[in-house]
């Protein structure tokens, strides 16, 4: 597999054959067909790879905190998404250049998100915020972790730690913030 990525990412998986794939990885073609029936099945494996990789990261991430300090395992779990996100997004868009949206169930993307829902509810027990909607709350930190990442990663920085604190800022604000009324609608004004 780290064959096939290193090509994908110097030529693009379009323009990758499997035989250029086995000559890098100085296996016989019968060696790949055995554990792969295409380059797309490849593709799947490596996006499996991307991102167990990519839990393990977090997790690292995470359990360097104190067991119970439920604020700062989440404020790690941002960090190291933003930063394993920016180090690794070549990778990222080739296993995932053919997601779509219809495919809802996602395993790959779901078990980051359930890391991530996990952190949320141990914290929402033990007293750290208050959330009634934990799924709802995991699911707004994940998709704007991965969009905010996605626009520094085209700004191309030095350092992106002061933008993972920043992040990290603005997900514990929505955490901590009180709960509000729903808008009362506004009489027209002439």
Same mark, same amino acid.
């Given at each position: 597999?780290?064959?096939?990525?290193?090509?994908?990412?110097?030529?693009?998986?379009?323009?990758? $054959?499997?035989?250029?794939?086995?000559?890098?990885?100085?296996?016989?073609?019968?060696?790949?067909?055995?554990?792969?029936?295409?380059?797309?099945?490849?593709?799947?494996?490596?996006? !499996?790879?991307?991102?167990?990789?990519?839990?393990?990261?977090? !997790?690292?991430?995470?359990?360097?905190?104190?067991?119970?300090?439920?604020?700062?395992?989440?404020?790690?779990?941002?960090?190291?998404?933003?930063? $394993?996100?920016?180090?690794?997004?070549?990778?990222?868009?080739?296993?995932?250049?053919?997601?779509?949206h219809h495919d809802r169930a996602n395993a790959d993307?779901?078990?980051?998100?359930? !890391?991530? !829902?996990?952190?949320?509810?141990?914290?929402?027990?033990?007293?750290?915020?208050?959330?009634?909607?934990?799924?709802?709350?995991?699911?707004?930190?994940?998709?704007?972790?991965?969009?905010?990442? %996605? %626009?520094?990663?085209?700004?191309?920085?030095?350092?992106?730690?002061?933008?993972?604190?920043?992040?990290?800022?603005?997900?514990?604000?929505?955490? %901590?913030?009180?709960?509000? %009324?729903?808008?009362?609608?506004?009489?027209?004004?002439?």
């Amino acid at each position: 597999m780290a064959a096939a990525e290193k090509l994908f990412l110097a030529k693009g998986v379009e323009a990758t $054959t499997i035989s250029e794939i086995v000559e890098e990885a100085q296996v016989a073609k019968g060696t790949f067909y055995h554990y792969f029936a295409s380059k797309n099945d490849m593709l799947g494996a490596l996006a !499996q790879r991307y991102t167990a990789r990519f839990l393990e990261r977090l !997790q690292a991430a995470v359990d360097a905190c104190p067991a119970g300090d439920w604020r700062a395992r989440l404020r790690a779990w941002i960090h190291a998404s933003v930063e $394993t996100y920016v180090e690794t997004y070549r990778t990222h868009d080739i296993v995932y250049a053919n997601h779509h949206h219809h495919d809802r169930a996602n395993a790959d993307r779901n078990a980051i998100l359930d !890391q991530l !829902q996990g952190i949320v509810e141990h914290g929402m027990t033990a007293g750290a915020w208050t959330t009634d909607q934990p799924r709802v709350v995991s699911l707004l930190i994940y998709s704007g972790v991965h969009g905010a990442t %996605d %626009d520094i990663i085209a700004a191309r920085p030095a350092d992106c730690a002061a933008f993972a604190r920043a992040v990290a800022d603005s997900c514990m604000r929505m955490l %901590d913030a009180p709960k509000s %009324d729903a808008p009362k609608p506004r009489g027209r004004t002439r």
